[in-house]
């Protein structure tokens, strides 16, 4: 599948309930609304039941304010057999002026529930291609990261 057809995008108007104690959109909120598009994306690669199974990186760049739009654009950046990558820009803005502003960006995974292997991807967009070059890299620390995870206890206060 041509990596192009995979974008999903979707926008959200913050209101005062979503804001912080900083006057700025909620973390939280972000995240929520990141697992959603990025899902759709994934989704819509596979054609198949997927869980989100990371959010490998999220980098806040730009605060979003009250009033302000939020934009969601995500595409499928990389794929192994089970699992897939999917890169999501989040642009900010001021619905006023028509400004437009990075507010942060995320890769996150999502895991196939079926063993069936996942499709190949065409990667036929210029910033996608960036992107997917460095997919085995991310992959990879990935992997490490996970293995060196030390064993974690159930007691609520472990220590």
């Known amino acids: 599948m041509k990596m192009s057809e995979t974008v999903a995008i ?9 804001m912080n104690e900083h006057d700025s959109l909620f973390g939280g909120q972000t ?20 869980v989100t199974g990371s959010v490998d990186s999220m980098v806040y760049v730009n605060p979003v304010e009250i009033g302000h739009a939020l934009m969601y654009a995500s595409v499928i950046t990389g794929v192994g057999k089970k699992s897939l990558e999917v890169f999501t820009k989040m642009i900010g803005e ?8 990075l507010a942060a960006y995320a890769f ?10 996942l499709p190949t991807l065409e990667a036929d ?27 974690v206890s159930l007691d609520v206060v472990p220590y």
């Open 31 to 50: 995240l929520s609304w990141l697992d959603e598009n990025a899902s759709i994306s994934a989704h819509r690669f596979s054609r198949r039941q997927l």
């Open 10 to 18: 979707t926008t959200h108007r913050v209101f005062q309930g979503q």
């Open 94 to 101: 001021d619905l006023d002026t028509g400004r437009r502003y």
């Open 108 to 117: 996150t995974t999502f895991v196939s529930m079926n063993s069936d292997p």
């Open 125 to 151: 967009v210029e910033e996608g291609q960036k992107l997917a070059a460095g997919y085995a890299t991310r992959r990879a620390e990935n992997k490490r990261r996970l293995k060196s995870m030390p064993d």
